[in-house]
């Protein structure tokens, strides 16, 4: 029992250094960008990032926890 705990925090930890990640290359994205092009006042990259970011959360939140719905259907099912 507890290693299984272990096992599914330690998953949901490396899911959410993952995400983290993701956050830190937007935010790098979006510097790099404004630098070179200078168009400091501009929303389109921002919201551009803002939509991938909030797409990919959630779709591979969902995806990462495919296995955990499983295992509990079939638990529920026994």
Do not use: H
Request: net charge positive.
């Amino acid at each position: 029992m507890k290693k299984e705990n272990y096992q599914e925090s330690f998953k949901w930890a490396v899911y959410g250094m993952c995400v983290a990640s993701l956050l830190f290359v937007l935010v790098a994205t979006y510097f790099i960008v404004r630098i070179i092009d200078g168009n400091w006042t501009s929303w389109q990259l921002p919201a551009i990032l803002l939509i991938i970011f909030f797409v990919a959360i959630p779709i591979s939140a969902m995806f990462t926890s495919l296995g955990d719905i499983k295992r509990e259907i079939e638990k529920e099912a026994k």
